[in-house]
Structures are given as C-alpha cells and as structure tokens.
C-alpha cells in the first residue's frame, strides 16, 4: 500500500532564505506524486504534481520538487523564501485503480517564515 | 468562476444530533470525494463517488453517509454525529483521468465541532 512520510511537522526560515520540505513515499507501483498547499482557513490548493516525463517538477509560485526513485523522495524547494510562503503544506501519493481513487496524504509541514 | 463550495464554513452541534454538509461543484467533474483533516493526520477520505449514483467507502467512513444523486451535489451526512467526528472537512472534485493523476480541487472546508 502507498504511503507519505513528511518530515517535519514544522520547518521555520527567514525571509529570502531557502525552504526545502522533505517527503518520502512508500509505493508498490510508479507512483504520482503532488504538493499542496493550504492558506490559512482555506482549502487545498495545487502547486505541482509529477506523473511521467521530467523529474524536476516545476510550480506555481516559484516552488519546485524532485522527483527521485532511488531515493523514493519528492522534496519542495523554492530558492526564496517569502512571506506570502506561510502555510501548511501536504505531500501526497495517488492510490487508484480502475473503480477507486484518492490522495493519500501526509501529515503536512508547517512552514513559518520569519522577517 | 470554478469552484467547490461548502456549507456551512462552521458548526457547533451536540451529540446524537444528524446534520448535512452540502458540498457541490461547478466544473462538471465525475469525481467527487470528502475528506477529514485532524492534527498530524493528514487528511484521511471518508467516501468517494466515481459519478453518479455510485459511491463508495474511503478509508474512514464510521458514522458518515454519502448520496450523489446529482453529479453537482454530494452531502455528508452524520446521523448521530459524536466528538470524535470533531474535524475540518474537505470536500473535493476532480475530472477523472483513470490513471490517478487526476488534479483534485479542494473546498474552503467546513470546521466541525460536537459537544
């Protein structure tokens, strides 16, 4: 079965510092890999996904990830660090198949940027 | 403008009381799923629906109903709500890719509390 580790619960840098979000996936298949991010009493919004093709994933925001098989991780970086940065962020795996599907999730990364 | 919407946003119920939280889009997306975030879970699905009429057990789904008579609308339904349903709720949507790398879109959320 598929599953995400974020580690981390809370990471803390300083405004145009470099923000690195860990994640590592468990999957028995090749898997689809997505960051979201979550405003404060919003909901969940997509900054990007990896499915096939390139492994460096780039998204909204200036973010990016990596995907890497090797080491089974899809961290989130952005060179940058901004205050508008401040939110909760989840990385996810996608479990489907031909009658069912969802986002597994992990238990999300706080991300506090400091001025 | 696309989007899901939820409500209520807040509700503060007391036990044993049924309640409905509406959910609906307006993309016209075949998938629609809720959610449950509490503190360093993640978010955990409660039921899905691959279109309409069809619905399905998540990976949590005590004390929650479903119904998708219409592909717009699909309400959570707590008959005899209890504190441990005391979450944020997410509702989401998605055009089904049938490969699991569906986009989802997430609602704001509706925050729920029993007493």
């Known amino acids: 079965a598929q599953s995400v580790t974020q580690l981390g619960s809370h990471v803390s840098v300083s405004e145009g510092a470099l923000v690195l979000l860990r994640c590592n996936y468990s999957?028995?298949?090749?898997?689809?890999l997505f960051w979201y991010v979550q405003y404060p009493n919003q909901g969940l919004q997509l900054l990007l996904k990896y499915t096939t093709g390139a492994t460096l994933v780039k998204g909204i925001n200036g973010f990016e990830a990596e995907f890497k098989k090797s080491e089974t991780s899809f961290h989130l970086t952005k060179p940058s660090a901004h205050m508008s940065d401040a939110a909760e962020y989840f990385c996810?795996?996608?479990?489907?198949?031909?009658?069912?599907?969802?986002?597994?999730f992990g238990s999300g990364t706080r991300l506090l940027v400091r001025p | 403008e696309a989007q899901v919407t939820q409500n209520p946003r807040y509700l503060i119920t007391v036990t044993g009381k049924k309640l409905t939280v509406t959910c609906s889009q307006n993309?016209?997306?075949?998938?629609m799923s809720w959610y449950r975030q509490d503190p360093g879970l993640g978010l955990r699905q409660i039921y899905y629906?691959?279109?309409?009429?069809?619905?399905d057990k998540g990976d949590v789904p005590e004390g929650y109903k479903v119904s998708r008579k219409e592909k717009r609308n699909f309400p959570l339904i707590l008959e005899s709500p209890s504190p441990n349903q005391t979450s944020l709720y997410f509702c989401?949507?998605?055009?089904?890719?049938?490969?699991?790398?569906?986009?989802?879109?997430f609602g704001p959320g509706t925050r729920l509390t029993v007493l």
């Open positions: 629906s691959m279109n309409v009429e069809v619905t």
């Open positions: 996810a795996v996608s479990d489907w198949m031909d009658s069912s599907y969802k986002l597994i």
């Open positions: 993309m016209n997306h075949e998938y």
């Open positions: 999957s028995s298949v090749p898997p689809y």
């Open positions: 989401a949507s998605s055009f089904p890719t049938g490969r699991g790398t569906d986009t989802q879109y």
